[in-house]
C-alpha cells in the first residue's frame, strides 16, 4: 500500500503561482510512475502530468509549458509547480501513484484562481 498525502493548495489570483506537494509512504519501492490530476465540479478528472521512476516528464497541453512536475527522493515527496494560473485552473488537484497499474491517490487539495 501507498499513502500520499497532499498540501499546498489555495486561493491565488490570475497569474499567480502555487505548489503542490504530495508526500508519499509505505512501498515507495514499488511506484513506476506519480502524476497529477485534477476535476472541476461538473467535469471529469483530468490528466495532468506524469514523472516516471527513471525521471521521464510529460505534460497535458493544457498545462504544458505553465506547471512543472518534479520529486525530491530524499523527502519521498512529489510536487507541481504551478505558474501563469488562470481562473480555467480551479479543479481539486490530485497526485497518484502507480504501482504496475495499481493506483492510488491523495485526499485532494482545492486550488481556486480568482480575482
Known amino acids: 500500500q501507498v499513502q500520499l498525502v497532499e498540501s499546498g493548495g489555495g486561493l491565488v489570483q490570475p497569474g499567480g503561482s502555487l505548489r503542490l506537494s504530495c508526500e508519499a509512504s509505505?512501498?515507495?519501492?514499488?511506484?513506476?510512475?506519480m502524476g497529477w490530476y485534477r476535476q472541476a465540479p461538473g467535469k471529469q478528472r483530468e490528466w495532468l502530468a506524469t514523472?516516471?521512476?527513471?525521471?521521464?516528464?510529460n505534460y497535458a497541453d493544457s498545462v504544458k509549458g505553465r506547471f512543472t512536475i518534479s520529486r525530491d527522493n530524499a523527502k519521498n515527496t512529489l510536487y507541481l509547480q504551478m505558474n501563469s494560473l488562470k481562473a480555467e485552473d480551479t479543479a481539486g488537484y490530485y497526485c497518484n501513484a502507480d504501482r504496475s497499474g495499481v493506483d492510488s491517490w491523495g485526499q485532494g487539495n482545492q486550488v481556486t484562481v480568482s480575482s
Open positions: 514523472i516516471t521512476k527513471g525521471g521521464t516528464t
Open positions: 509505505g512501498s515507495i519501492f514499488a511506484i513506476t510512475a
